[in-house]
């Protein structure tokens, strides 16, 4: 009995380990598309997915749409409202620099402009992302620049790279911050403000 029990709980751990190769191109300002090449046991198991197209709907005619007085609460993306927390905003730092760490990268090529339209609100994203643009610009293999557009809303990416992840070390560090304190008083943050 406990040999079956160290082979049903080794063996999920042991494809975890496994590194996994992964080559991607991703691009877009209105639409998204790409190409993502995965190999993972040694080469034993391949696949090349595209990256399907994700673009604005279409806009509706002038005389379809309805005018409502928007809800002050929930006009605001639930997102700002974690952002000015600066233990969760610390946290996502932290997570991002660790999985950074984790994946280990032998290229990396990325552009991106970022806007949310309104200059307090980029400002707030850019306290976050800022410095994890500073972090990646320092990276070995990467050649990365990202800018932010403080007065229209705007999203252009351009990526394109090739690196190994341990699946084991990325679930290791999804929980631990799901479970960290701060993430916690986030997720009570984002559940009072829809309460």
Do not use: C
Not at 99 to 125: E, F, I, K, N, S
Not at 143 to 168: H, K
Request: aromatic share 8%.
């Amino acid at each position: 009995m406990p040999v079956i029990l160290a082979i049903i709980v080794g063996l999920p751990l042991l494809l975890l380990a496994l590194p996994i190769d992964v080559a991607f191109r991703v691009e877009g300002i209105e639409t998204f598309n790409g190409q993502i090449a995965i190999r993972w046991m040694f080469g034993l198991v391949r696949f090349r997915a595209r990256i399907p197209g994700l673009s604005k709907p279409a806009r509706e005619p002038q005389a379809a749409k309805v005018r409502v007085k928007p809800d002050k609460r929930s006009s605001r993306p639930n997102v700002l409202a974690l952002l000015r927390q600066a233990a969760f905003r610390r946290r996502v730092y932290r997570l991002a620099t660790d999985l950074v760490r984790a994946a280990h990268l032998h290229r990396l090529h990325l552009r991106m402009r970022l806007g949310l339209g309104d200059p307090a609100d980029t400002g707030r994203l850019w306290a976050l992302v800022g410095p994890l643009n500073a972090v990646a610009q320092n990276l070995r293999n990467a050649d990365v620049r990202i800018e932010a557009e403080y007065l229209d809303p705007v999203f252009e990416f351009q990526a394109r790279g090739r690196l190994l992840l341990v699946p084991l070390q990325f679930l290791i560090l999804a929980i631990g911050f799901a479970l960290s304190p701060a993430s916690i008083r986030a997720w009570r943050t984002l559940k009072g403000r829809h309460a």
